[in-house]
């Protein structure tokens, strides 16, 4: 079985701290992505990787940042975390190319700041 | 211009009756894909169907069908013999070929839909 793993499903964390939320995957997928998923707003890209050590900036990064050092694991770091940081973080990732292939997504990580 | 749009935030259906969730898409590129997404309310995002735009024949999954409308640009998920296991949340979404390989999906803003017992 294909599987997405978040590190954490639920966090609480204060104004200006700086938060890691890790996924990992195990089926050596090229293309990684975090998505923020708030009501009545669908899920945003915050960034993609599409290998080891690069990165692009999705449709809403201000206020992030990601790693992927090695294949299998990509970071979303909040450098300094702000109530309206409040949300569902999804990873997903998926294999090759092209216009098909689905996305494996992780069970989610809900994050609150305080 | 939203590139997805769900028209229906919430819906209810009876159990045993088929219902029809709403998808429209914008875009100008010839090859995209398109895709459901069903999430409960543990939060996990489960795959249910994909429609690529070159696709002659409308997708089927078991109890789910896509209705692929190329010239409307619609893509409207039906469900047949509603189950209460069915309550959830459900995203479509669209793969662009030219926003590249890496295969980011723009998702809609979901439709909540309950089944009645």
């Known amino acids: 079985d294909v599987k997405v793993t978040q590190s954490s499903r639920y966090l609480v964390k204060r104004t200006g701290e700086k938060v890691f939320l890790e996924c990992v995957q195990d089926?050596?997928?090229?293309?990684m992505f975090w998505y923020r998923q708030d009501p009545g707003l669908g899920l945003r890209l915050i960034y993609f990787?599409?290998?080891?050590?690069?990165?692009e900036k999705g449709d809403i990064p201000e206020g992030y940042s990601v790693s992927r050092e090695k294949k299998e694991r990509f970071s979303l770091i909040l450098e300094s975390a702000s109530t309206n940081q409040t949300s569902m973080y999804l990873c997903a990732s998926r294999e090759g190319q092209g216009v098909g292939g689905e996305l494996f997504f992780g069970e989610g990580s809900r994050l609150t700041v305080l | 211009a939203q590139k997805i749009t769900q028209t229906q935030p919430g819906m209810f259906v009876q159990e045993k009756e088929a219902v029809t969730l709403d998808c429209t898409y914008d875009t100008s590129d010839p090859s995209y894909g398109l895709f459901w997404y069903k999430q409960p309310s543990s939060g996990e995002m489960i795959f249910l169907i994909y429609q690529g735009s070159y696709d002659q024949q409308n997708a089927t999954e078991g109890r789910y069908s896509l209705n692929f409308q190329k010239a409307r640009k619609s893509a409207n998920l039906v469900i047949s013999a509603s189950q209460l296991g069915d309550s959830a949340m459900y995203f479509c979404?669209?793969?662009?070929?030219?926003?590249?390989?890496?295969?980011?999906?723009?998702f809609g803003k979901g439709t909540k839909l309950s089944v009645k017992p």
């Open positions: 990787s599409y290998d080891v050590k690069m990165k």
């Open positions: 979404a669209m793969r662009e070929v030219w926003r590249g390989s890496q295969g980011n999906l723009i």
């Open positions: 089926m050596d997928h090229e293309n």
